[in-house]
């Protein structure tokens, strides 16, 4: 009977303490580290985020490298074990940990065991304080860091880049404003000084948010105070501010992607005008409005496209908005046309009601299972950790409920009313030229060699 009502007392009590995902336990260290800890449905297993906020956008365009050599620098080992040893250590634990560095943050992600979280969270702690690199480490995380980037920086594709013949449309086009870096970061030119201040300047507590998320120990918060908060706070560096447009580019552009081929991208992209209020849901709900405009017209109505689509980008301190589509080369001039007419219709009729409603409440569906399990949870709170204040996370559905089909419409009239940028993306030559330039080429030996034999009949 008494387990009995213990289960009922846990049935009861579960759900709403665990189905909550938006209710979370977060509160800062004496030191400035940010906890959040929430206790996920999946027993016997712990989701660890650790957030540094340093990132690539904090750095200019020579040293862009910086965060991302140091992440890959701190698996090299605390003790004279080296990497491997290291590696071991974890493999022994039972958990798995990776590391990534994004234009804003640079997070270490752990999966483990529920029993050995404290000891994974030890090793954490070690990698973080007591990693000591040599230049031989530096150089083999610099062989690293150059593969993950597609291998060697050639002179080719440094000649390519400068040419504007190296990126896609959108990275172009964000070259083009000023958004962006032209050449790809290097790693040679990167010094042991300057990664150490890197982790001087950014790796300390009152930068880093740690979340855990799953089974959780009791006596975590204790744990975490007595070890994670003796690590010393520094001055905080302010993070520069984001490139904004600076330059203007071309209306219209085509660009060479490739050398033969019958296919070609379409792009028209264009700044998101910045909203007062809801800016994300809104322009997330537009998005899933013109991707299914696209589909209609451009599928379904003209079949030009396969799968069009919409995208949303952001690009330094600028958000942008596409609309794209995979073309047969011939087709582009017709496709445009199509677009400038579903452009002009959104414009002259505004959004369709119905459509509109159906989309929206869809994508309301969709949070219900967007975020299964212990992982993806701490997955979504490190990617939401702007939207955290008082204990909660801001509800997805509530805020997509809360755009109104006058201010999508608003919004929607703000994008379509400016020019924006077309951008067509086409390999050197098509399938027919290249046949025309052998035939050409044939036909000119052809007329060499009776040439010759006229010349030596002579
Ligand atoms: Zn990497």
Not at 219 to 237: C, E, F, M, N
Not at 324 to 346: C, H, P, T
Not at 407 to 435: C, F, H, T, W
């Amino acid at each position: 009977m008494r387990c009995l009502l213990f289960a009922c007392l846990l049935l009861g009590s579960f759900p709403s303490f665990a189905l909550d995902r938006f209710q979370v336990e977060g509160y800062p260290l004496r030191n400035g580290l940010q906890l959040l800890l929430k206790p996920g449905a999946e027993r016997g297993h712990v989701a660890i985020r650790l957030v540094v906020g340093v990132g690539i956008d904090d750095f200019s365009c020579a040293e862009k490298e910086l965060p991302h050599l140091l992440e890959h620098l701190l698996f090299s080992g605390v003790d004279a074990s080296g990497e491997g040893g290291l590696e071991e250590r974890m493999q022994a634990l039972g958990g798995e940990w990776n590391a990534f560095t994004s234009n804003a943050d640079t997070t270490f992600v752990i999966e483990a065991p529920a029993k050995n979280q404290r000891k994974v969270l030890d090793l954490l702690l070690a990698l973080l304080t007591q990693t000591r690199f040599d230049d031989n480490a530096i150089s083999a995380a610099k062989q690293v860091v150059e593969r993950e980037d597609g291998g060697h920086y050639s002179h080719l594709q440094r000649w390519l880049d400068r040419q504007d013949l190296g990126h896609t449309a959108s990275n172009q086009l964000a070259v083009e404003l000023g958004l962006k870096c032209s050449e790809r970061a290097q790693v040679g030119q990167l010094t042991r000084e300057q990664l150490e201040k890197v982790r001087e300047d950014w790796y300390a507590p009152n930068n880093m948010t740690l979340i855990v998320v799953g089974d959780l120990d009791r006596l975590l918060p204790a744990y975490l105070d007595r070890t994670y908060g003796a690590l010393k706070p520094i001055v905080p560096t302010d993070h520069p501010a984001l490139p904004q447009i600076q330059a203007s580019a071309a209306h219209e552009r085509n660009l060479t992607l490739g050398f033969v081929g019958g296919g070609a991208k379409l792009h028209w992209l264009v700044p998101e005008p910045v909203l007062e209020d809801q800016h994300d849901e809104t322009f997330d709900l537009l998005k899933d409005y013109l991707d299914w405009a696209l589909y209609r017209q451009l599928r379904l109505a003209h079949g030009l496209s396969y799968g069009p689509w919409a995208e949303r980008e952001v690009f330094g301190g600028v958000g942008f908005m596409s609309l794209n589509a995979d073309l047969e080369r011939d087709d582009v001039d017709e496709a445009l046309k199509v677009l400038d007419e579903l452009k002009a219709g959104l414009l002259k009729d505004g959004l369709n009601a119905q459509t509109f409603n159906r989309l929206k409440q869809a994508a309301i569906a969709r949070q219900a299972w967007a975020v299964q399990g212990n992982s993806a949870l701490a997955d979504y709170y490190w990617s939401a950790i702007g939207d955290y204040e008082d204990g909660r996370f801001a509800d997805p559905a509530r805020e997509l409920q809360g755009v109104t089909l006058e201010e999508a419409n608003k919004a929607m009239r703000e994008l379509l009313m400016q020019p924006g940028y077309v951008r067509i993306e086409k390999p050197l030559l098509s399938d027919d030229q290249l046949l025309w330039a052998i035939a050409g080429v044939l036909g000119l030996l052809v007329l060499g060699l009776v040439g010759w034999r006229i010349h030596r009949s002579r």
